[in-house]
């Protein structure tokens, strides 16, 4: 659509009088309140006026009514102000834009109603001309909160209400560009351009468009032929009779009677038609092919700047406007998605609008600073889930680099099956995937159109598709209700295979089928609900390797945790029914990949490995022979730098930077380093090569020099030891009275754990249950024997689950210098199909702040999302807490070898261990972490609560989504381990 920020306009944004009333039904009181604009009545926490609160509901409605039917009781803004018009814009045509608002608006100039408008997430425009007058003017907004569109915007968040986008008067010439649409395409060369744009001249007060000239024109380019780009408008008349219209007339009979039936109609005779035709009065298309342009890519999202001026009779400018576009093809050819010809990957997020403190109404800067956080970790491509963002959210990806599904504002969750066949139905089904196109048409980083979500499939979804399909055939299709329960469906309603939350499995076995059609791209994956993203790994090693799958958008970037103050004034992460709400779905809208404040959470640590642009592996790291590809699509690594370093036990002991040749795009190219750390081991340590991927210059999104990948391997290394006890050890008895190990520093003995606080993807996929079930979380040791020989002593413990279920565990304890080796077997017995972890657990004094590991890190893993350097790291205790806004398990590391937990002074205890661990050194217990509701609630133990767990299930994704795979999980039997531990 035309971009109206060019235009004369005036912002009606700013404090507005307003009252929120029980109903629309409610009479209008006397006394004011005021509320900025834009903003939405529900996040209002400071003022008590308004007694409507936020809602989450995921798939049911928060009411029990039946479409189109709303409750009575149904919260109802009125908005008003005054605005003075500005001298000069008498004459001229007036238009209201109002952004966005909740769920329907009635709008008022000086007391007479203008129009309603429904479809919450897209702009509505209304022609004010006839009902503004000279100076002051009050505008008034009536904004209702539930309508029957409310049953077609039933996606998963907050319900609220309010005005979220911007408000705006504009001015434009009486004849005026009512529609605008770009098309900018690429052809196989790619580097011609192609620039198609259709528009629509109209005038009001009934003005004729006769000779008014459109003119378009690229600043980057002059040298486009203006020929092409400009049209005029003639008005039609009807042929007299004279023998130059029989002339006519034997042209069009030929085009009756079929002579051009297979289309080639000569150019002489479509201009005889013409002129016997009337043709639709201020239509303009133009069209052309321009050389040489630079593609646009969300890898180099090169832009170019279409002005368009629309020109009176007499030559004088009455509207400009100019918009970016970007040439880029997109085509889905077989099983592949091309853009540009190439089958891109894509590494994307579901973004929802939010914002902590004012809920849905974002400003620019907002929508820019989640996208500069998604490049931040590697990301590509965002899907609008689950409706159009600000239009200037578009801007912000077509200059960034981003690929875009633009998903229609349609989601009838609760009445999944029905509304989509309801023709009641029907022409908001059309309107909203509609008039979404007609305004972001223009935008290269909207790739595909969606549909909607979750909405069924039916024939309001044929209409909406049909529309789509005509009204610009430049982009595919996406739809997942289309594909849901069948693969092969719905050819009309999506060109892509978008399911949500398939298995591993699933996906590979569908694109290597006979039957597999068409490109497999998921619109959701990887559900990212508190300690979550298991085996994203696994996902990202079939679709590397499997034509036909690429890639897909993780749900979801954001923990929706609106900032709530307590009645003490303090503060908390919300979720469903912290407001009361008698309906909601609890913590189920805390999913993302960064918290409420949009820091990251550790998972993302992950993601940015698999996405990182580059991947660097060993041909034969002892010889110094690495190779790198280049997993870009359009560009070469010139804008990266990578450099090496070689650690011994996690320390440095030789680094250098890689001289890279140049690597083209999809290329692999060998390098060599040189060290003599490469090939043999000199000192004992494990010691390994870490490469890292550097961008050379500043990006909007990070400094010079910003680490955006790297790689690590194993070089050939000598183990570390641990010097064997003297007879004087004061270690060689360990055990207390009662059989327990007496730790240095210690405040509770180990004891085995087979039980985490449930993470989230634990809950909701009945893990836990099975674990209540079992008794996991109380287990009392209810028998020790303890037996010695000379060197070791041996404890064999039978511990019992609260549900009474015996658990043999043996520890055998050997001294060793200023210390102890434990030696752990457990056997769990064949009901405990599927624990938590196979551990020991113990707590040490919290004088004890710091803890320094050689292991994975810096940030917290688990056995199925373990994409982390082996390296030394060192943090404090209290700082391997992860605030997720529901409490459970976190802080682990996977792989550590070593850990030293130290006080103030560097003394504390050293814990080795036999083979590489999962650990966790944190201030929380595990049973508080599981009682606390809000991360607000959980308080350090004052102790240090360690892990050493032989065993740990992975995280998997069953919130939403597949658990983890089968070798992620813990099977009943022997587990064994071992782990030393000394003073220091
Ligand atoms: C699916 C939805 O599309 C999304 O809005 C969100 O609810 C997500 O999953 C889970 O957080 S719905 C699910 C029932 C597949």
Redesign the pocket.
């Known amino acids: 659509m035309l971009n109206i920020e060019h235009l004369e306009k005036i912002s009606l944004d700013g404090t507005w009088r307003f009252q929120l009333l029980r109903s629309p039904r409610e009479p209008l009181g006397r006394k004011w309140a005021s509320i900025p604009v834009p903003s939405l009545w529900t996040m209002q926490e400071e003022s008590n006026v308004f007694f409507d609160k936020p809602i989450y509901t ?2 049911q409605m928060p009411f029990e009514e039946q479409p189109p039917f709303v409750p009575e009781e149904n919260p109802h803004g009125v908005y008003e102000r005054d605005f003075d018009l500005p001298d000069g814009w008498m004459g001229k045509r007036i238009v209201l834009h109002l952004g966005g608002y909740e769920s329907v608006a009635v709008v008022f100039i000086n007391g007479v109603e203008v129009g309603l408008t429904k479809d919450s997430r897209l702009a509505a425009e209304f022609d004010v001309t006839r009902f503004v007058k000279r100076g002051n003017n009050v505008v008034r907004i009536d904004v209702t909160k539930w309508s029957d569109a409310t049953f077609i915007e039933d ?3 907050w319900w609220h209400g309010g005005i979220t986008r911007s408000v705006k008067l504009f001015a434009t010439n009486k004849v005026f560009i009512e529609r605008f649409y770009t098309t900018a395409g690429l052809e196989k060369d790619c580097t011609t351009g192609t620039l198609d744009i259709r528009a629509h001249i109209a005038s009001i007060d009934n003005i004729s468009t006769h000779n008014y000239t459109l003119r378009a024109s690229i600043e980057e380019l002059p040298k486009v032929k203006a020929a092409n780009l400009e049209s005029t408008l003639k008005t039609f008349q009807s042929p007299k009779w004279t023998e130059r219209a029989e002339e006519l007339k034997a042209r069009s009979d030929e085009y009756f009677h079929g002579k051009f039936w297979n289309g080639n109609m000569p150019a002489d005779a479509k201009k005889a038609i013409l002129e016997n035709e009337p043709w639709p009065a201020g239509k303009i298309h133009l069209n052309t092919r321009i050389p040489k342009v630079k593609a646009w890519s969300a890898e180099s999202p090169n832009l170019y700047t279409l002005h368009v001026e629309l020109i009176d009779p007499d030559g004088n400018i009455v509207e400009v406007s100019q918009q970016k576009i970007g040439f880029r093809s997109v085509e889905v050819k077989g099983q592949d998605f091309l853009i540009n010809g190439q089958p891109v990957m894509f590494y994307g997020v ?1 973004r ?1 609008d939010f914002n902590r403190y004012t809920g849905r109404a974002l400003t620019r800067e907002d929508m820019r600073e989640d996208l500069l956080e998604l490049k931040r970790w590697n990301f590509n491509a965002v899907r609008t ?2 409706y159009p963002n600000d239009a200037a959210f578009l801007d912000l990806c077509d200059e960034l680099g981003f690929y875009v599904i633009g998903e229609a504002n349609i ?1 009838s ?1 609760a009445f999944i099956a029905s509304i989509c066949d309801d023709a009641k139905y029907l022409t908001a089904f059309v309107d909203r995937v509609g008039r979404m196109i007609q305004r972001d048409i223009h935008h290269p980083s909207a790739i595909m159109w969606s549909l909607g ?2 909405s069924g499939a039916g024939t309001n979804h044929e209409a909406a598709a049909a529309f789509a399909r005509s009204f610009d055939p430049s982009r595919p299709l996406h739809y ?1 209700g289309g594909i849901r329960g069948n693969w092969m469906g719905s050819h009309s309603l999506t060109d892509v295979i978008c399911p ?2 398939p298995a591993v499995t699933a996906i590979k076995e569908y694109a290597t089928s006979a039957k597999a059609d068409r490109p497999l791209i998921m ?2 994956y990887s ?1 990212a ?1 508190g300690n979550s993203n298991g085996t994203l790994a696994e996902y990202w090693e079939v679709i590397e390797t499997t034509r036909g799958l690429q890639g897909g958008f993780i ?2 970037f954001w923990d929706h945790g609106p900032v709530q103050t307590m009645p003490d004034g303090s503060k908390r992460n919300a979720y469903g029914g912290d407001y009361g709400e008698k309906k909601h779905d609890g913590n ?2 805390c ?1 993302g990949m960064v918290f409420p404040d949009r820091t990251a959470k550790p998972a993302m640590a992950e993601f940015k490995a698999i996405a990182a642009p580059a991947n660097i592996s060993a041909v034969k790291a002892s010889t110094g022979s690495f190779k790198i590809f280049n997993k870009h699509f359009f560009k070469d690594l010139s804008e990266y730098e990578v450099s090496w370093t070689i650690t011994r036990d996690g320390l440095i002991i030789d680094s250098g930077k890689v001289k890279l040749p140049k690597v083209a795009p999809r290329k692999t190219v060998a390098f060599k380093v040189s060290s003599k750390h490469l090939s043999k081991a000199n000192g004992p340590g494990e010691r390994f090569i870490t490469f890292t991927i550097i961008n050379i210059d500043s990006t909007p999104w990070a400094p010079a020099f910003t680490e955006v990948g790297w790689n690590q391997m194993a070089l050939p290394s000598r183990a570390l030891t641990i010097k064997s006890a003297k007879a004087s050890d004061e270690y060689t008895n360990v055990l207390d009275d009662y059989g327990q190990i007496v730790l240095p520093r210690g405040v509770v003995a180990p004891t085995l754990t087979l039980w985490r606080a449930p993470t989230d993807n634990d809950r909701i996929g009945h893990m836990a249950t099975k674990w209540n079930r079992w008794g996991l979380r109380d287990m009392d040791r209810t028998d020790c024997v303890v037996s010695q020989n000379r060197t070791s002593t041996k404890v064999t413990n039978t511990w019992q689950t609260s549900t009474g279920i015996s658990i043999k565990h043996v520890q055998v304890i050997t001294p060793v210098a200023d210390g102890f080796r434990v030696k752990e077997s457990v056997t769990l017995p064949k009901v405990l199909t599927d624990v938590a972890r196979v551990g020991v657990n113990f707590e040490l004094d919290g004088a004890l702040t710091d803890v320094t590991w050689f292991g994975s890190g810096p940030h917290e893993s688990y056995p199925d999302r373990k994409i982390a350097r082996i390296h030394r790291f060192v943090s404090s205790v209290a700082n391997q807490y992860i605030p997720y806004v529901r409490p459970q398990e976190n802080g682990g590391h996977t792989a550590v070898r070593w850990f030293e937990v130290t006080d103030a002074t560097g003394h504390g205890v050293r814990v080795q261990m036999g083979k590489p661990l999962q650990v966790s050194v944190t201030p929380n217990r595990a049973v508080d972490l599981a009682d606390a509701t809000h991360d607000v609630e959980v308080k350090a133990c004052g102790n240090v609560v360690v892990h050493i767990d032989g065993a740990h299930r992975g995280v998997g994704t069953s ?3 597949p658990d983890t795979l089968p070798k992620y999980k813990i099977k009943p039997g022997l587990h064994t381990w071992e782990w030393t531990l000394t003073s220091i």
Do not use: A, P
Request: hydrophobic letters at 15%; a negative charge.
């Open positions: 995921n798939t996606q998963d968040q579901n929802h889930s689950h989601e969750h979500n979750e997942e949500m939350y619109c959701e559900h609900m749900w979801e189920f809208c999913d919130s939403c989504g």
